[in-house]
C-alpha cells in the first residue's frame, strides 16, 4: 500500500474514512478481499509471494495498513516481508504493538505502519522509531512521514477535506475518482528520495501508471457512528483498467 487518506472525525456520519491505494509489480501473485478463515473476522487481501497484506480491519474493528517508506539507500534485500506487520496485528491486537514494532525495527525495510482500534489509530515510522496517534482530523500518508507536504498528499487530502465538508453520504465512488487521480507533479515540486528523476515523476500521481509497476487496487473503507463498516475494493490492471470490485458489510461487536 502506497498512499492512504484518512478523516478522523470529520464527517457528520462517519466518524472514520479511510481511501488508499495499493502500488505494486503487476507481477507479484496477489489474492483480492475476502474474509480469512480464523475467528477473527479479518477482511483483507493477500501477498501470494511473501505472505501477509498491505491492509485490512476484522470484526473486533481492529485495522492495520501498510506503506513503505521510499529510501533506496537503506534497502535490503533479504530484509523481513513487511505484509506480516499487518496480519500479525490483525490476527492478535495488543495494546503494546508499538513496543513490538519498535523491538523489531530493524528488520524490515522502511515502513509505516496505520494500526490500532478503529476509534484510536496511530502511525508508527520504523525510520525515525517514532508512533504518533491520530486526533480528529486529515491525514495523508505515502512513502514519507505522516503528512509530508508533497504535492499529492496535498492534493488528496484537500479534496477528501472538501468533500467530508459538503456533509453529503459518503459515496464510495467519488472516493475512487480521488484514488484515480493520475495528474503528475510538476518536476519543481517533486520531492527527492534517492530515486532517478524519472521515477520521482512517475510516482509523483495519487493513481500510478506502468506497465511492470503502479496501482493495482484501491480500497475505501467507511465506518458510521453506530460502528457499521462498508468495505470496498477495486482492482486494476496496468491499463488502470477496473477488472473486479467487492465490498463487504459488517457491524463491529
Known amino acids: 500500500m502506497c498512499i492512504l487518506f484518512v478523516a478522523v472525525n470529520q464527517h457528520k456520519d462517519y466518524p472514520l474514512i479511510i481511501a488508499a491505494n495499493r502500488d505494486e509489480f503487476f507481477n507479484r501473485e496477489t489474492a483480492q478481499s475476502q474474509f480469512w478463515e480464523g475467528e477473527q473476522g479479518i477482511i483483507a487481501g493477500k501477498d501470494l509471494q511473501a505472505g501477509g497484506t498491505w491492509m485490512g480491519i476484522n470484526k473486533q474493528g481492529y485495522i492495520a495498513s501498510l506503506t513503505n517508506i521510499r529510501d533506496p539507500q537503506k534497502t535490503c534485500t533479504d530484509a523481513i516481508t513487511r505484509g506480516e506487520l499487518v496480519s500479525h496485528y490483525l490476527q492478535k491486537p495488543v495494546n503494546d504493538y508499538h513496543q513490538t514494532l519498535s523491538a523489531s525495527k530493524d528488520n524490515y525495510n522502511g515502513y509505516n505502519l496505520l494500526f490500532g482500534k478503529w476509534n484510536a489509530l496511530a502511525v508508527y515510522n520504523n525510520h525515525l522509531d517514532q508512533m504518533q496517534q491520530l486526533t480528529d482530523g486529515y491525514y495523508g500518508l505515502s512513502n514519507a512521514s505522516l503528512n509530508s507536504p508533497w504535492p499529492k498528499i496535498n492534493k488528496g487530502v484537500s479534496k477528501l477535506e ?92
Open 162 to 253: 472538501e468533500y467530508c465538508q459538503d456533509g453529503h453520504d459518503i459515496n464510495p465512488d467519488i472516493l475512487f475518482k480521488l484514488l484515480l487521480d493520475k495528474s503528475l507533479a510538476a518536476d519543481e515540486d517533486l520531492p527527492q528520495t534517492g530515486v532517478p528523476i524519472d521515477w520521482e515523476r512517475r510516482l509523483s500521481s495519487i493513481f500510478i501508471l506502468g506497465n511492470e509497476y503502479g496501482t493495482r487496487s484501491s480500497t475505501v473503507l467507511k465506518i458510521d457512528k453506530k460502528k457499521n463498516v462498508t468495505w470496498y475494493e477495486r482492482t486494476y490492471d496496468n491499463t488502470a483498467t477496473c477488472t473486479s470490485s467487492q465490498s463487504f458489510h459488517f457491524n463491529i461487536k
